[in-house]
T-cell receptor, first 114, second 114 residues
Framework: AAGVIQSPRHLIKEKRETATLKCYPIPRHDTVYWYQQGPGQDPQFLISFYEKMQSDKGSIPDRFSAQQFSDYHSELNMSSLELGDSALYFC?????????????FGPGTRLTVT | AQTVTQSQPEMSVQEAETVTLSCTYDTSENNYYLFWYKQPPSRQMILVIRQEAYKQQNATENRFSVNFQKAAKSFSLKISDSQLGDTAMYFCAFWVRRDDKIIFGKGTRLHILP
């Protein structure tokens, strides 16, 4: 079965650079969530989209922005990167508002800021 | 606010033994789901088991079972006949419809010893 695809899997950036993370949800899934997991930490919710509209926002820095496109894939844009942004970024997808508890996680993008 | 607490940062058991991981949560909601996720060294987030709050029967998935005590807001995971491949970080997690995001506990690092 198709799973959530994230690209790239690994990314190395320098401070103050920009990074773009991409997420391709499971086919027919219309809801996407982004989570950030720092080293030794639990995942923290960043932002979510339902039907291409932002549906909820967590502790996402103003330097980060995200959107969901017409094909339901999502991109997380991160600017002015800081060392503290080094983390594993998960994308998860679900099917609509009916079963949004059933979130399927991608493999994550490991971002390292040097 | 919803919170999830895992009081055991780390545990070790011998292969083939049974181990129980503890989790408590706090919410004023009635419609919610509880999860246990496994995160092996690959850091993939893998759903182990899910429990719907309105179901009294404890969920089971092969060697994995939960003890769901709704009144006590307790949700423990029992792993029977533990295997070396069970070595991982285990996160207790919570989803409530009103927030539509998964909230994770701090995790329990489980080591299965040969």
């Amino acid at each position: 079965a198709a799973g959530v695809i994230q690209s790239p899997r690994h990314l190395i950036k320098e401070k103050r650079e920009t990074a773009t993370l991409k997420c391709y949800p499971i086919p027919r899934h219309d809801t996407v969530y982004w989570y950030q997991q720092g080293p030794g930490q639990d995942p923290q919710f960043l932002i979510s989209f339902y039907e291409k509209m932002q549906s909820d926002k967590g502790s996402i820095p103003d330097r980060f922005s995200a959107q969901q496109f017409s094909d339901y894939h999502s991109e997380l844009n991160m600017s002015s990167l800081e060392l503290g942004d080094s983390a594993l970024y998960f994308c998860a997808s679900s099917l609509g508002q009916v079963s949004s508890y059933e979130q399927y996680f991608g493999p994550g993008t490991r971002l390292t800021v040097t | 606010a919803q919170t999830v607490t895992q009081s055991q940062p780390e545990m070790s058991v011998q292969e083939a033994e049974t181990v129980t991981l503890s989790c408590t949560y706090d919410t004023s909601e009635n419609n919610y789901y509880l999860f246990w996720y496994k995160q092996p060294p690959s850091r993939q987030m893998i759903l182990v088991i899910r429990q719907e709050a309105y179901k009294q029967q404890n969920a089971t998935e092969n060697r994995f079972s939960v003890n769901f005590q709704k009144a006590a807001k307790s949700f423990s995971l029992k792993i029977s006949d533990s295997q070396l491949g069970d070595t991982a970080m285990y996160f207790c997690a919570f989803w409530v419809r009103r927030d539509d995001k998964i909230i994770f506990g701090k995790g329990t690092r489980l080591h299965i010893l040969p």
